[in-house]
C-alpha cells in the first residue's frame, strides 16, 4: 500500500481549518516494554530498533538497534534517501512501516517508532511513553546503568505535574504558535509559551535541573525543546518575544550542562535540525531558505 487514503490527513496540514488552531494527532501505538508476566514485548537484546529524526533527538545503541530519517519531509512524509536508510525493510518512506504494521492505517506517519523485529509490528509511536520506557525497561541488560534513574519513585508526581504543564505550553506550545493560521490561535498560545519559560528561568534559577535538583525525565523532555528554540522556533515559529540566549541565562547554562554531558553532543544534528523546519514547512517558509545561525554556542564552559 503505498498512497494514503481519501480519509487520510494531509501530512502537511498542521491546523485546524475552522478555528486556526494546530491540533496534535493522539499517538496510536501504545504498547510497553516489559519483563511482568505475560507481557507481549519482553525485554530483548537486539530485539528492537528505533526509527528517529534529528528534529526530534534522540539515544542503549548495543541493545536497541536504530536508523535515522531523511530530514525531508513531505506529502509522503519521512523519508529515506540520500545515505539515509531503513536497515530493516529498505523502505523509501517511514508510512511503509506503519502499513507493515496495520495496513488500513490511517493517521500520520510520525517518528520516533520503536518497532519489534520479531512480530514485525509497531510497540509504540508515543515520545513521551518510549522515553519512559528505555529509563527502565533494560537495565538487566545494561549492568553500567544500574542506579540510574531518571524518574525515581520519589520525584515521580513531582515530574509528572512538572510535565504537564511543560508539555502543553512549550513543547507543543511552539508547534501551537508555529502552526496557527489565524491570529488569535497565535496570540492564545504564543503568551502562555512565554509565561512558562519565565517560569522555568526562575526554577533554573535557585536549581540545576528542574525537579528534586537532578537530571530527571523533566529535563530531557524540554532539553530537546529548548535546544532548538533560537535556531528554528524563535524564528520559524514566531516565538520571538524572547530568545534563550539573551533572555534566559539560567536556561541557557542548564542547556549547556546537559549538552556537555557523555554522548549527548553528538545527539544533536543542527543541519538535520534546521534542513528538517526550513524545507518541509513551506506554508511557513515558501522560500525554502535556511536561516545561517545555529543558536547558541552550547560547547561554551558552564560557568557556576
Not at 176 to 195: C, D, H, I, R, W
Not at 254 to 283: C, G
Amino acid at each position: 500500500m503505498s498512497t494514503a487514503t481519501k480519509d487520510q490527513p494531509s501530512i502537511l496540514k498542521w491546523a485546524n481549518d475552522k478555528t486556526g488552531e494546530f491540533k496534535r494527532q493522539v499517538s496510536s501505538f501504545r504498547d510497553v516494554i516489559s519483563d511482568e508476566p505475560g507481557s507481549k514485548f519482553v525485554p530483548e537484546a537486539g530485539r528492537y530498533h528505533l526509527y528517529i529524526s534529528y528534529a526530534c533527538p534522540w539515544g542503549l545503541e548495543d541493545i536497541i538497534s536504530l536508523d535515522v530519517v531523511h530530514w525531508h519531509m513531505q506529502e509522503k512524509g519521512w523519508p529515506f534517501k540520500d545515505g539515509y536508510e531503513d536497515s530493516l525493510y529498505g523502505s523509501k518512506f517511514v508510512r511503509e512501516i506503519y502499513f507493515k504494521a496495520q495496513p488500513d492505517y490511517a493517521g500520520r506517519f510520525t517518528v520516533p517508532v520503536l518497532w519489534d523485529k520479531k512480530t514485525e509490528t509497531i510497540v509504540n509511536n508515543e515520545s513521551s511513553e518510549i522515553i519512559r520506557m528505555l529509563n527502565t525497561a533494560f537495565d538487566k541488560l545494561v549492568p553500567s546503568k544500574a542506579g540510574i534513574n531518571y524518574y525515581p519513585p520519589a520525584l515521580q508526581s513531582e515530574i509528572d505535574a512538572t510535565n504537564e504543564w511543560i508539555y502543553d505550553t512549550v513543547n507543543n506550545g511552539v508547534y501551537k504558535s508555529g502552526f496557527a493560521t489565524t491570529q488569535t490561535a497565535y496570540e492564545n498560545n504564543v503568551y502562555p509559551l512565554f509565561q512558562s519559560l519565565d517560569r522555568i528561568e526562575e526554577i533554573l534559577s535557585k536549581s540545576d535541573y528542574l525537579v528534586g535538583n537532578t537530571l530527571t525525565e523533566a529535563d530531557l523532555r524540554l532539553w530537546t525543546t529548548i535546544v532548538r528554540f533560537d535556531p528554528v522556533y524563535h524564528g520559524h515559529f514566531k516565538c520571538n518575544i524572547k530568545g534563550i540566549e539573551k533572555d534566559y541565562p539560567h536556561m541557557l547554562k542548564w542547556t549547556r550542562r546537559i549538552y556537555q554531558m557523555p554522548k549527548v553532543a553528538e545527539t544533536v544534528n543542527m543541519e538535520h535540525i534546521k534542513n528538517h523546519y526550513y524545507h518541509s514547512h513551506l506554508q511557513i517558509n515558501p522560500t525554502g531558505v535556511v536561516p545561517a545561525g545555529n543558536g547558541p554556542n552550547l560547547a561554551e564552559p558552564v560557568i557556576v
